[in-house]
């Protein structure tokens, strides 16, 4: 009877060792949730990755940065798209007029204009041996009976016949834009006008990005520092939409109306322009 009782006795201590030792073993393996009945928040799901956009969109996104500026001749209608191609900006020096008298108020005016270009921006055959970035470079079209000019006798080779039709073509991309549509009908400029593209690849396609300025109100002396704060847009950030040249022409004109008094009357004819 003692034997048996002592092997019992062994037996159910064996028996109790193997539960603890499988109750320790379910502990360590458990979850954590499972000690003490609290609940443990769920891992944070992996980030997702970066979408990388189209390729046509990262060039969409870069194109348009400016840094240079140039000037080129269009003796045809679509030259600029044959002669001057993947340019970052195009900017194009229009007149609604047949060809004034020089000493008139309108010929001031567009030979002050063509001036300021041709002192400010170099010609396209000079960016192109100085190596500059086309992708990077703004370049402003004249419409031109030769390339042979001089700031002296750039207004008496303006070709007005060609300017008339590119502001032809323009109306039909301006319709959605009523304000710009009559002063392109109404108004003889200049107009100063910038797309992404050759304008002649629009063929009276809505224009969604432009940048413009009428500077029919802008008296002559005034055109190098309009000049000045619109190379200043297009250098600071990228076409979004049909936008008029507003805040930079305004710090330009205010430090130019604090020089002398009499300038007062070029800020007042610019303020009237852009609004």
């Known amino acids: 009877m003692n034997i048996r009782t002592g092997c019992l006795y062994r037996l159910l201590a064996v028996l109790a060792f193997m539960a603890l030792l499988a109750c320790g073993c379910a502990g360590v393996n458990s979850p954590p949730s499972a000690i003490g009945g609290g609940k443990v928040p769920s891992p944070p799901p992996p980030m997702p990755k970066p ?25 045809s209608v679509g030259m600029e798209q044959r002669e001057y191609p993947n340019y970052a900006v195009y900017t194009y020096v229009l ?22 270009v041709l002192l400010d921006a170099k010609s396209a055959n000079v960016g192109g041996a100085a190596g500059w970035p086309k992708d990077e470079t703004n370049i402003f079209c004249i419409p ?38 009559d002063r392109l009908k109404h108004r ?44 200043d847009r297009l250098e600071s950030e990228p076409l979004k939409n049909v936008e008029k040249l507003k805040e930079s022409l305004k710090i330009i004109l205010l430090n130019y109306a604090l020089r002398i008094d009499e300038n007062l009357k070029i800020v007042n004819a610019a303020i009237a322009a852009i609004y």
């Open 51 to 75: 979408v990388e956009p189209p390729p046509a969109a990262r060039e969409e996104i870069s194109k348009g940065t400016v840094s240079y500026h140039v000037w080129g001749a269009l003796l």
């Open 95 to 116: 007149f609604n007029s047949n060809q004034p008298d020089a000493a008139s108020r309108e010929g001031e005016r567009y030979n002050a204009i063509l001036r300021a």
């Open 144 to 181: 031109l009976m030769n390339r042979n000019v001089t700031k002296e006798t750039i207004l008496a080779k303006y070709d007005f016949e060609i300017s008339q039709q590119y502001l032809g073509a323009i109306q039909m991309s301006v319709t959605n834009n009523q304000d710009l549509l």
């Open 188 to 231: 003889p400029g200049p107009f100063l006008m910038s797309f992404y593209e050759p304008m002649s690849k629009l063929q009276g396609k809505p224009a969604t990005r432009l940048l413009y300025l009428d500077l029919t109100d802008m008296p002559a002396a005034g055109m190098r520092e309009v000049l000045d704060a619109y190379r």
